[in-house]
Each structure stands twice: as C-alpha cells, then as structure tokens.
C-alpha cells in the first residue's frame, strides 16, 4: 500500500511553519523536505523524522524504535529515521518542534555529506600568443 496523498496533504499543512515543504516519491512512499533538506519519511502512511545524537534522547524517552524492514529473511534497521509518537497528530505545535529538530538533524547530515566535485575546466587548445 502506497502513503495516501490525503494523508500527504494533511502533513504537509501541519509543517508548513517549518518552511517551504516539498515531497517526493520514494520507495513505497515518500520523502519529506523543507527548504531542500531531506527531513522525514513516510512509508505507508507512517511519519519517520530524521534522528542523530541532538534528538534522538526524545524518542528514546517515548519508547519509539528505530524505523525497520524486513528483507531477505532478516530486520534491516534505519537508525537514522524514527516513527513519530502518534499523540503529536493531535498537537500541531509540538508535531511542528519534533519537525524542527528533525530538520536540524537533516541540516547537520547535508552538511558532513561531501560537496559534489565541478567537472574540471578544460584546458584551450590555443597556441600561446606571439610577443
């Protein structure tokens, strides 16, 4: 089963204070991104924020786990994406907090990832100049 797009447009609605929210398709649902930074996942209608060492102590105090799939037999575990408590649907401020730290992790992953190197500048092939 593929994340609704109601459920989609619903999310999004309730991030919009983080920024400029986009989604795109991946996997069997879909990424979440505000100002270009990866965030969140939703897999089947199930919100995953992004989690490191600055946040991850709120999910932990809630019990939550780490998201997981099944695959060839045996759990694949993501450690760097939890599901969101189901009480923050009803709260949209604390929902919008958990988001924000969860975009403050996507920020400082962007950041240790390597800048994309530019394709060398070609060298001209003109002979040099008479003096």
């Known amino acids: 089963m593929a994340t609704s797009k109601e459920f989609l447009a619903?999310?999004?609605?309730?991030?919009?204070?983080?920024?400029?929210?986009?989604?795109?398709?991946?996997?069997?649902?879909?990424?979440?991104?505000?100002?270009?930074v990866i965030f969140a996942l939703v897999?089947?209608?199930?919100?995953h924020f992004r989690v490191d060492d600055g946040n991850r102590q709120a999910?932990?105090?809630e019990g939550l786990q780490p998201f997981s799939y099944q695959a060839k037999g045996r759990t694949v575990q993501i450690g760097s994406y939890w599901r969101v408590p189901e009480r923050l649907f009803d709260d949209p401020d604390e929902m919008v907090d958990w988001a924000r730290?969860?975009?403050?992790?996507?920020?400082?992953?962007?950041?240790r990832k390597k800048p994309k190197r530019a394709p060398a500048k070609r060298k001209s092939r003109t002979s040099p100049s008479p003096r």
């Open 43 to 47: 897999l089947r209608d199930v919100v």
């Open 101 to 111: 730290a969860a975009l403050a992790a996507g920020q400082r992953a962007a950041a």
């Open 10 to 36: 619903f999310l999004t609605d309730q991030l919009v204070p983080l920024g400029h929210i986009t989604t795109r398709r991946m996997f069997s649902g879909a990424g979440i991104y505000c100002d270009g």
């Open 59 to 61: 999910y932990e105090a």
